[in-house]
Nanobody
Framework: VQLQASGGGLVQAGGSLRLSCASS????????VGWFRQAPGKEHKFVAA????????DYADSAMGRFTISRDNAKDTVYLQMNSLKPEDTAIYYC????????????????????WGQGTLVTVSS
């Protein structure tokens, strides 16, 4: 599956952004999708994940209560709504996909995802 992330930009602290991850592959509902972020000089960090059906979600502690992951399989797109943004949320955000047959509980590990989008930059100013 091929993925393309978009929606990043510059926003003030406390603001909101909605990221999109569009797929060009078929059978999008057979892919669990995760969002990761990477700050300069650091490794990919898990942000949120959603199952292929959209019934199950998972969030990093840093995202809980502020970010919401959702998907529209009819549009082959996953979204990440980010509210109450903080300067420490500044990073390149990537979406990634893994098969729904893979163990859900491993979905926080970037190494478990085989397909990645190109990333979209989110900058939060103080």
């Amino acid at each position: 599956v091929q993925l393309q992330a978009s929606g990043g930009g510059l926003v003030q602290a406390g603001g909101s952004l909605r990221l999109s991850c569009a797929s060009s592959g078929r059978s999008f509902s057979t892919w669990n999708v995760g969002w990761f972020r990477q700050a300069p000089g650091k490794e990919h960090k898990f942000v949120a994940a959603i199952s292929g059906s959209g019934d199950t979600t998972d969030y990093a502690d840093s995202a809980m209560g502020r970010f919401t992951i959702s998907r529209d399989n009819a549009k082959d797109t996953v979204y990440l709504q980010m509210n109450s943004l903080k300067p420490e949320d500044t990073a390149i955000y990537y979406c990634a996909a893994r098969s729904v047959t893979a163990a859900w509980w491993l979905g926080r590990s970037a190494s478990r995802y085989g397909s990645w989008g190109q990333g979209t930059l989110v900058t939060v100013s103080s």
